[in-house]
């Protein structure tokens, strides 16, 4: 602004250690002009003040507080130039604390982000006793600690912008695993933090709301813009957190780790039935048996196995255990070592109990009665869905009624598995009342399948069953149940050790860098 002399007065703000620097004059209210309210008298500023000064200023930064402060030069800013402080003879009015309010909800949060085995770290332009008092406040440094403190990982979890600058990349790799805060932090220093953990292989979320954050935010893997950010923020960021609270970063992660398991549910039950399938017409020539199945009735497998199973489980629960597991590494197989033993196991389970259905004479026997309407198996002769097959064909492969009967064994095997996957734990009801889609359509899939065999006629090749041989579908389908829970307690007994050394033992430490709290 200008004077009523003319005389051009520039204000500054900025940090108190850099202004008091250029300081050369500071206004002094104790004398007799000022003590009744007057403007103050500028006076040379002596060494003595700047340090009581900055010794305020730590008291006020050491209780949380920012502190910004403010100066004042008769050096005109020139457009379009930067504005430098060398030799502007600052004045320096004084310092500005103010002092934010952590959220409740902020030291849970980080808490069980560590249990998740997530790295926090705290970057931030603010002073170091600023940072170090609220990473204290939200738990990400011991509340004890101190310059005096003898727990020197706990001291080096603290780190200047400059101090960075001083440290190579692979020294500050080596630093990473106990970094926790970054104070006076520069645009550039999210950057190099970005990479410098992708380099080491870890996973880095990075948080931003300035259009300064752009940068980083897309160098991080996965990044969270801040609701109340620029919106240039919000373009670079994959993820926008609407309440710019972690609390919804960390309830991200949960429903991420949910997803994940849920993609990794639905490769194990479909990879299953393919390998089930894939040996059953492989062997079938070589045992005397075509699959026994029509296009049409694959194409309602194919509708279980694909778009019903995604549903049912595209719909758990994002269980709190969750986030005790540790962060799965990026370079580990989408497949891991258990979903193998899944797989194999019930595939060859599923396929051999399927041969066994289809050659062994005493279950032919159970299902080798006259169909009940005999006219849909003359239908079938000229129908144009079944026209491959003719009643003669059907009868040499065990007539209408066991072959209707190895159709529903087979979608019933496979829907009773769908319990088997949906959970690694003994207990086959665990959580299931939290997924209700579940409860719905597995069911669901069981009442389509009765209504198809009692209505389906030629179209579905189809006849209908007597309550005795649906009883006896479902008890014979059902052992697939307790066949797994055999592999489950080998695995927990440790009887696949050899299967499990494939498992990663050092998954990947997710990285999260967060502005402030």
């Known amino acids: 602004s200008s004077s009523s002399s003319s005389s051009h007065i520039t204000f500054v703000k900025g940090a108190a250690e850099v202004l008091l620097q250029h300081a050369t004059h500071c206004y002094d209210f104790s ?68 002092s934010d309010t952590v959220r409740e909800e902020a030291r849970a949060s980080i808490e069980l982000a560590h249990r998740a085995g997530i790295q926090v770290v705290m970057v931030t332009g603010d002073r170091t006793e ?16 101190s310059s005096n403190s003898s727990n020197r990982d706990a001291l080096d979890a603290v780190i200047t912008s400059e101090q960075m600058r001083q440290l190579s990349d692979s020294e500050l790799a080596a630093r990473l695993p106990t970094l926790k805060v970054v104070t006076r932090a520069l645009p550039a220093d999210k950057v190099r933090l970005v990479l410098c953990g992708q380099r080491e292989g870890r ?27 620029a919106e240039v923020a919000k373009e670079s960021g994959d993820v926008v957190i609407l309440d710019d609270n972690i609390r919804s970063i960390v309830e991200a992660v949960l429903y991420g780790r949910t997803i994940f398991k849920s993609i990794r549910k639905f490769i194990v039950y479909q990879s299953t039935v393919n390998l089930a399938s894939m040996i059953i017409v492989f062997v079938g020539p070589f045992m005397g048996f075509d ?63 399927c041969v066994m259905f289809l050659t062994w004479d005493p279950i032919v026997f159970l299902f080798s009665r006259e169909a009940l309407t005999p006219l849909d198996a003359d ?51 665990d959580s299931l009342t939290k997924n209700t889609g579940f409860l719905i359509i597995v069911p669901l899939i069981f009442a389509i399948q009765i209504l198809f065999t009692e209505l389906g006629g030629a179209f ?40 499990q050394a494939g498992k990663s033992e050092d998954p990947d430490v997710e990285m999260e860098v967060v502005d402030l709290v």
Not at 40 to 67: E, H, K, N, Y
Not at 134 to 145: N, S
Not at 397 to 419: D, E, K, Y
Request: include cysteine.
């Open 460 to 499: 579905l090749r189809t006849v209908p069953l007597t309550v005795q041989e649906w009883l006896t579908l479902f008890g014979m389908s059902s052992i697939i149940l307790p066949a797994d829970l055999i592999r489950k307690y080998l695995i927990a007994m440790g009887a696949f050790k050899r299967l």
């Open 379 to 429: 239908d079938i002769n000229n129908h144009e869905a079944a026209k491959h097959e003719n009643t003669v064909e059907i009868g040499a492969q065990g007539g209408p009624v066991f072959l209707t009967a190895f159709f529903s064994f087979f979608i019933f095997l496979c829907s009773f598995n769908a319990l088997n996957v949906r959970t690694s734990s003994m207990n086959l009801a």
């Open 291 to 353: 699959f026994p199945l029509t296009l049409i009735q694959l194409l309602w497998v194919n509708l279980v196995m694909d778009t019903l199973a995604a549903l049912a489980f595209g719909g758990e629960a994002a269980l709190p255990r969750y986030m005790t597991e540790k962060p799965v590494s990026r370079s580990a197989p989408i497949i891991d070592s258990t979903m193998w033993s899944s797989i194999l196991w019930n595939g060859l389970f599923v396929a051999a109990y």
């Open 31 to 98: 004398s007799s002009s000022s003590a009744g309210g007057g403007a103050g008298v500028v006076v040379p500023m002596t060494d003595q003040q700047r340090q009581q000064v900055l010794a305020t200023i730590d008291q006020a930064s050491a209780a949380g507080a920012r502190v910004l402060s403010v100066a004042t030069t008769t050096q005109a800013i020139t457009p379009g130039q930067p504005f430098q402080l060398a030799g502007t003879n600052l004045v320096f009015l004084g310092a500005l604390a103010v």
């Open 203 to 229: 996973v880095v979320g990075m948080t931003g709301d300035g259009v300064n954050d752009s940068p980083a935010l897309r160098k991080a893997d996965v990044s969270f813009a801040m609701g109340s950010g």
């Open 130 to 145: 600023t940072a170090t008092a609220v990473a204290k406040e939200v738990g990400l440094l011991p509340e004890d600690l």
